[in-house]
């Protein structure tokens, strides 16, 4: 059996016994000398320092090798925007195709798409969410039914206006007179 031994201070690793577990900083920095240890190492403004002036060094007396490592982390980068750019369109291409379906039915799409396939499937996912709509507005009041429409006109870029009441001239304003108009 397996003994846990060792567990990494910054990504919680922990280490077997019959694994190679410790490293020459373990004492120092209780990190699994991997991504942890490097990246510790890597923070330290001294080493930084030290680093950054031997490189500055080699690549002052070596401009050919600069020039090499210039090619190669322009190639590497160049990579990476190819693979973001692939990723991206990926998602728009998905995002624009299933555009129409809100997100809590895309599940029970994709399983309709499978078995009835993708015309009968949007039909299917559609006529379910206008009967849904259907069933809701039934059990609404006339009232909430009125103000869920107004509020609909507002959001579609209908104004707010107050009708004034002509009959009550003994005010300039009515409590009850206000209402939503479509403009
Ligand atoms: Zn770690």
């Known amino acids: 059996m397996k003994t846990p031994s ?14 190679k577990i410790t490293h020459k900083r373990w004492e120092e920095t209780r990190t699994c000398g991997r991504a942890c240890g490097t990246r510790l190492t890597a923070r330290d403004p001294a080493w ?3 680093v950054g002036e031997g490189r500055k060094a080699y690549f ?20 990476f925007r190819h693979l ?4 991206k369109a990926g998602r728009t291409k998905s995002q624009m195709a299933l555009g129409w379906c809100p997100p809590e039915w895309l599940d029970q799409y994709k399983k ?6 993708a015309t009968t499937a949007r039909e299917m996912v559609e006529g379910e969410i206008a009967d849904a709509e259907k069933r809701r ?3 609404l009041t006339p009232l909430q ?6 509020i609909k006109r507002v959001q579609a870029g209908a104004g707010l206006i107050t009708v004034p009441v002509m009959r009550r ?9 206000n209402a939503l108009v479509a403009m």
Request: hydrophobic content about 40%; some cysteine; glycine content about 4%.
């Open 169 to 177: 001239a003994e005010h300039d304003f009515s409590l009850t007179g």
């Open 145 to 150: 039914r009125r103000t869920e429409e107004q």
């Open 112 to 117: 309709w798409r499978r078995d009835y396939g």
């Open 6 to 19: 060792k567990t990494c201070a910054m990504c919680g690793t922990t280490f077997f016994r019959k694994k």
């Open 84 to 87: 973001a750019d692939r990723a």
């Open 137 to 139: 507005l039934a059990a």
């Open 48 to 50: 930084r320092q030290r």
């Open 60 to 79: 002052a007396a070596n401009p050919e090798a600069k020039a090499a490592l210039v090619v190669r982390a322009n190639a590497q980068l160049a990579s």
